[in-house]
């Protein structure tokens, strides 16, 4: 079973960026779709990017697109969300998760993965 263990989060003003980073552990990631989700008080958890096992394929929400990037380290076992421009709206808790694909597709679904870990809070404020 894998453990993922997310850290990065933090307060940030409008305009500014953070590095959020999950280690993963028990597998290698090579053998897992990763996702990154956040929640906001009340909405439901929300996709923000995700990437293929292979790491060849991304996929992000409309609202971050060109903002944020999802990217992966094969030899540190991590993945990471690049998040730039941050706006209050980006205000949420940040998941990330996993799902054991031997696909080269990326998931967006919550139902999707089988992995989450214990999410790490991003403020913006403004």
């Known amino acids: 079973q894998v453990q993922l263990v997310e850290s990065g989060g933090g307060l940030v003003q409008v305009g500014g960026s953070l590095r959020l980073s999950c280690a993963v552990s028990?597998?290698?990631?090579?053998?897992?779709?990763m996702g990154w989700f956040r929640q906001a008080p009340g909405k439901e958890r929300e996709l923000v990017a995700a990437?293929?096992?292979?790491?060849?394929?991304?996929g992000y929400a409309d609202p971050v697109k060109g903002r944020f990037f999802i990217s992966r380290d094969i030899a540190k076992n991590t993945v990471s969300l690049q998040t730039n421009s941050l706006k209050p709206e980006d205000t949420a808790v940040y998941y990330c998760a996993a799902k054991r694909s031997v696909h080269y597709g990326y998931f967006t679904q919550v139902t999707s993965y089988d992995t989450w870990g214990q999410g790490t809070q991003v403020t913006v404020s403004s």
């Open positions: 990437i293929s096992s292979n790491g060849a394929n991304t």
């Open positions: 028990g597998d290698a990631i090579s053998a897992y779709a």
